[in-house]
């Protein structure tokens, strides 16, 4: 399974399938923890009031601490997702440190949330559309879940609400779920039947291998793990180039690469080029820099040669390396919009609530990468993320490029 969802989805599989009753949830006084919240972010973030006023912020610290004594852990995490989703910066987040988690990792189409990986003993489930869980219908999840989301991106939306959909502490703090230890999910299978699956939640350290849903197998980004690799397609006379992390691959450096990819561009002489950042979650953007230097002098710099894939799940370093391609490229945008913002704050720092050890990573600089554009970078071309095109194994991206 690729590195690309590993690294943001952990998933494990099911050691035991006894049905546990939920234990009772404690209410704790969490006003000093909130105190550190407050300190600690408006003196070590870079602007904490870049999106939000200091009045209303300390209103809602202020409101949060009135009701201190009287929250569980489920529900203070949720109230400060909920401040953290007004500070509205992608890479400030709250970290409850997730012990227990659904088998399943989900993925947010046109038609509604699907099920793409799953832990062996639930992997029957696979490709479901999900209905409901725990009788609350998939709408309200999806819009409780984005209520604690900053709402500047519907790219942003779409990527966070599926990956804490398997998070039965959120859930459970949401109202959405009864029992942390099991839920039932009312599922719509590929055929077209209601099925009913009653699913335990499992820890998260108890890490194995998890199956995928059998259309990725025919989707390109999904085939390998490598940080990034590159395959020719004859048919098509077509150059891909899956980037998948902005790292050093320890089994083959970056500059190594490059000159394997150009070398294989000189023999092959692709008629086009295609860069998949889709599934890139960012790192360090200077490694990718060896390439864009390459490809500016490179007969596939021409429009309709170079095409860059970009997507909700390009973030941080990737994002920037997007925008480098529009600013000193002739490269056509494909995609959807990109789940990070174009100008963002970055150069993560972290501290951990001294009571609760809720982690909480913040950002100590503005990366303002092309000053005056504002939101997500915007594809030239837009594709639909439909679940049908899925079921066929379908990359709605790359069969617009290859039809061009």
């Not at 000093?32 to 600690?40: A, E, G, P, V």
């Not at 004594?69 to 203070?76: H, I, M, S, W």
């Not at 080029?273 to 002098?297: A, Q, Y």
């Not at 993320?385 to 290859?402: C, Q």
Request: aromatic letters at 14%; hydrophobic letters at 40%; glycine letters at 4%.
């Amino acid at each position: 399974m690729k590195n690309k969802i590993l690294f943001l989805f952990l998933l494990v599989i099911l050691k035991n399938t006894s049905v546990y009753s939920q234990p009772l949830s404690q209410k704790h006084d969490y006003k000093s923890d909130i105190d550190y919240f407050s300190s600690h972010l408006i003196s070590g973030h870079k602007n904490l009031f870049a999106n939000i006023s200091k009045v209303a912020f300390d209103s809602l610290i202020n409101d949060l601490k009135n009701r201190a004594g009287v929250l569980t852990q489920e529900e203070f995490i949720v109230e400060l997702f909920r401040i953290n989703a007004r500070i509205a910066d992608e890479h400030t987040r709250i970290d409850p440190g997730f012990e227990n988690i659904f088998p399943f990792r989900f993925e947010y189409f046109d038609e509604g949330l699907a099920i793409i990986l799953a832990d062996s003993l639930s992997s029957k489930y696979l490709s479901c559309r999900v209905l409901a869980i725990d009788h609350h219908q998939v709408q309200e999840v999806i819009s409780k879940l984005s209520s604690i989301l900053k709402k500047d991106n519907p790219s942003f939306i779409k990527f966070w609400m599926a990956y804490y959909c398997n998070k039965p502490q959120l859930l459970y703090g949401l109202g959405l779920i009864e029992n942390q230890q099991q839920a039932s999910f009312r599922l719509l299978t590929a055929t077209g039947d209601t099925i009913t699956a009653i699913v335990p939640s499992i820890p998260v350290n108890k890490v194995t291998t998890l199956v995928k849903a059998e259309p990725l197998n025919h989707i390109l980004p999904y085939m390998r793990d490598d940080f990034y690799w590159y395959q020719y397609d004859t048919t098509h006379n077509t150059m891909y180039f899956d980037y998948a992390k902005c790292s050093e691959d320890d089994k083959l450096s970056f500059n190594d690469f490059n000159t394997n990819i150009f070398r294989e561009i000189e023999l092959r002489k692709p008629s086009k080029l295609v860069v998949d950042l889709r599934f890139n979650g960012g790192g360090n953007s200077s490694v990718l820099h060896p390439f864009l230097k390459n490809i500016k002098g490179n007969y596939l710099n021409t429009k309709g040669k170079l095409y860059v894939l970009v997507g909700r799940k390009t973030f941080s370093s990737a994002l920037m390396n997007a925008v480098d391609f529009v600013k000193n490229t002739n490269a056509i945008i494909v995609g959807e919009p990109t789940g990070a913002n174009i100008n963002h704050f970055g150069e993560v720092k972290s501290f951990q609530l001294p009571d609760s050890k809720i982690t909480v990573y913040y950002s100590t600089k503005f990366w303002n990468n092309w000053p005056g554009h504002n939101g997500p970078l915007v594809p030239d071309i837009a594709v639909s993320h439909s679940y049908f095109d899925f079921l066929n194994g379908k990359d709605e991206a790359m069969e617009y490029i290859l039809k061009q």
